[in-house]
């Protein structure tokens, strides 16, 4: 007898992440995906999702309003996406037990912290799109208590769409010397690697063997955007002593960023699986992938 195929919905599937997630997804014939972009599936559109969840085991949510600046002057907006939108997706998948896992942001925290943020923290956004994201969390672990993932993650870069590592790279190859912020830690992390957890995660929540709840999917370690840039000439072949360290100060923004985005990685253990790896390991299966990694 054949086994039946896990099947999967991808929304935001047209984004860095969810391309990642599709493609991830592929890589075995025991899973079947259904890929829906944001013009395929509106999350404000409730009666839209519940016929797009019906008949899917496992919804994958990387859709959002990910305009961080934007947010501040359109609050309303991004919270009807990131906070309306997501408790739409829960209550479609309520209603159909398909189990949820929704992405997250390290910017529900303040950012004040010395330590890495524990996956049960408090939070405390500093920023409209901080506290947005914060209402879809809420509706994730409300309305799905045994079925809904939270997962948090953050500085996140990828083959698809504009980041700070493609970034880098354009600007290197226009500018003798770039200034970059010095005085914010985080955990860079690679959207392919962040998939391969997140797929991993379904599978586990499947057999029964990972608990709902918030996880955060983040790479292991910490720099500075600074350090990451230096991080990327350096692997690249280029020289990273054309990276010069400045202050957030220097680059003022209208939403206000997290000093500290270092995020705690124990409930994986729960759920069967490691934390991911280091961000320079990260990083350097990245640059690998695109061909950009210095063979010196």
């Known amino acids: 007898m054949t086994e039946r195929k896990s099947r999967y919905l991808v929304t935001g599937a047209g984004g860095m992440l969810g391309r990642d997630l599709v493609t991830v997804l592929g890589t075995s014939d025991v899973r079947q ?19 797009a969840v019906d008949g899917h085991d496992v919804v994958i949510n990387a859709a959002a309003w990910t305009d961080v600046d934007g947010a501040e002057t359109q609050e309303e907006a991004a919270t009807e996406v990131n906070g309306a939108g997501v408790a739409n997706l829960a209550r479609a998948c309520a209603r159909t037990g398909a189990r949820l896992i929704h992405v997250s942001t390290d910017y529900v925290f303040p950012g004040d912290a010395t330590r890495p943020y524990p996956e049960d923290a408090p939070t405390a956004p500093i920023n409209a799109y901080g506290r947005s994201k914060l209402v879809g969390e809420q509706a994730v672990t409300s309305m799905l208590p045994e079925s809904g993932y939270v997962v948090r993650t953050a500085w996140l870069y990828g083959l698809h769409g504009r980041n700070f590592v493609t970034t880098m790279l354009r600007l290197a190859a226009e500018r003798d010397q770039l200034d970059v912020v010095d005085d914010q830690l985080g955990q860079p992390t690679w959207s392919y690697a962040l998939a391969q957890q997140l797929v991993g995660l379904g599978d586990a929540a499947l057999a029964g063997r990972a608990p709902a709840g918030i996880y955060h999917g983040t790479a292991s370690g910490q720099t500075t955007w600074y350090g990451l840039a230096r991080e990327v000439f350096a692997l690249s072949g280029l020289d990273p002593e054309r990276v010069r360290p400045t202050t957030s100060e220097q680059f003022r923004r209208p939403a206000a960023r997290p000093a500290y985005s270092v995020l705690g990685h124990d409930r994986w253990r729960a759920a069967g699986l490691s934390p991911m790896p280091d961000w320079r390991e990260m990083l350097t299966g990245a640059l690998a992938e695109r061909g950009l990694l210095s063979a010196v």
């Open 33 to 51: 995906v259904t890929a829906a972009t944001r013009t395929d599936l509106d999350l404000t559109d409730a009666t839209a999702l519940h016929s």
